[in-house]
T-cell receptor
Framework: GDSVTQMEGPVTLSEEAFLTINCTYT??????LFWYVQYPGEGLQLLLK?????DKGSNKGFEATYRKETTSFHLEKGSVQVSDSAVYFC?????????FGKGTMLLVSP | DADVTQTPRNRITKTGKRIMLECSQT?????MYWYRQDPGLGLRLIYY???????NKGEISDGYSVSRQAQAKFSLSLESAIPNQTALYFC?????????????FGPGTRLLVL
């Protein structure tokens, strides 16, 4: 079945550092890919998405490119802020439901 | 007002008790979902419903049941709660008519089973 693998956290960075959170997936077809973010005490909210190979999703300075050849969808941001501290979930949708990774906690210090 | 609401936000119960978690939405979406979140395990799908007459089991439905009372309401029941059902529970909705069908999540219900 479908699966999503994310790098384990926590990822600890100083403000303005570069961020990469790795995500790879296994799917039988051509899934849509998503990054969701969960701020402390809140539910998940969509951060960005991509539906086909080479698509780049972007939002709030975050980017991720759908790489079919490496089955990856790594999340990047050039300069993180303290307010980016949250848990980040990579997810895929191949049929009608989402399959999530285990989440990666990001902690950004001033 | 929030588009997806969950009640209660926190609940403590004892082993063997029956409890119900409720989800309501004002987004007008046909599709609704229940997930549980456990540390280190991410989100796992319990049940989902594509319309009022459609209920489907997810990855981990054992020990749970659901009821779709109306388009806007989707309840999750634990028939006889056990400690390993202690988790954070999320409801979500989506509209299949929208491009890429984003799911919208409620704020979660934190459940502790003693």
């Amino acid at each position: 079945g479908d699966s999503v693998t994310q790098m384990e956290g926590p990822v600890t960075l100083s403000e303005e550092a570069f961020l990469t959170i790795n995500c790879t997936y296994t799917a039988t077809g051509y899934p849509s890919l998503f990054w969701y973010v969960q701020y402390p005490g809140e539910g998940l909210q969509l951060l960005l998405k991509a539906t086909k190979a080479d698509d780049k999703g972007s939002n709030k300075g975050f980017e991720a490119t759908y790489r079919k050849e490496t089955t990856s969808f790594h999340l990047e941001k050039g300069s993180v802020q303290v307010s980016d501290s949250a848990v980040y979930f990579c997810a895929l949708r191949e049929d009608s439901t989402l399959t999530f990774g285990k989440g990666t906690m990001l902690l950004v210090s001033p | 007002d929030a588009d997806v609401t969950q009640t209660p936000r926190n609940r403590i119960t004892k082993t063997g008790k029956r409890i119900m978690l409720e989800c309501s939405q004002t987004k007008g979406h046909d599709r609704m979902y229940w997930y549980r979140q456990d540390p280190g395990l991410g989100l796992r799908l319990i049940y989902y419903s594509f319309d009022v007459k459609d209920i489907n089991k997810g990855e981990i439905s054992d020990g749970y049941s659901v009821s779709r009372q109306a388009q806007a309401k989707f309840s999750l029941s634990l028939e006889s709660a056990i400690p390993n059902q202690t988790a954070l529970y999320f409801c979500a909705t989506s509209d299949p008519r929208t491009y890429q069908e984003t799911q919208y999540f409620g704020p979660g219900t934190r459940l502790l089973v003693l």
